[in-house]
């Protein structure tokens, strides 16, 4: 069986709960959500994950309720989301299990 995608794109569904064989003492999942400053979740935010060096690495897009989910390796990331209310970057240090990260944007 494949993961449920998001309509019009080949990444999995953001908000689909991550798979029962998912063995979090071996993954890393790198998750959180996308808001506005204003505390409104941002749907459809393009979220791309860069490496420790700047380079582009992965992208999806943020579910209804503006989450969003990298499988990555253990390290440091910067998390950049671009939308209609703006852009915003977030940086984590994630280890092996599940790091939640919450990026806001705001209008430059």
């Known amino acids: 069986m494949t993961a449920p995608t ?8 953001q908000a689909a709960p991550l798979p029962a ?3 979090l003492e071996k993954e890393t ?3 959180g959500q996308v808001t506005a400053e204003s505390g409104e979740v ?5 979220v791309r994950l860069l ?4 380079e582009f690495t ?3 897009v943020t579910s209804a ?10 390290g440091d990331w910067t998390l950049r989301a671009l939308s209609r209310f703006g852009n915003g970057d977030t940086t984590v240090t ?3 299990g599940v790091n939640e990260v919450a990026v806001t944007v705001a209008l430059a």
């Not at 941002?42 to 393009?46: F, N, R, S």
């Not at 490496?51 to 700047?54: A, E, F, I, L, P």
């Open 65 to 74: 309720a503006g989450q969003f989910r990298f499988f990555a390796a253990p």
């Open 42 to 46: 941002v749907p459809g935010a393009y």
């Open 58 to 60: 992965a992208e999806v």
């Open 6 to 13: 998001a309509a019009g794109c080949a990444a999995p569904d």
């Open 21 to 23: 064989s998912l063995d």
């Open 51 to 54: 490496d420790s060096t700047g």
């Open 94 to 96: 994630a280890g092996r």
């Open 29 to 31: 999942v790198i998750t």
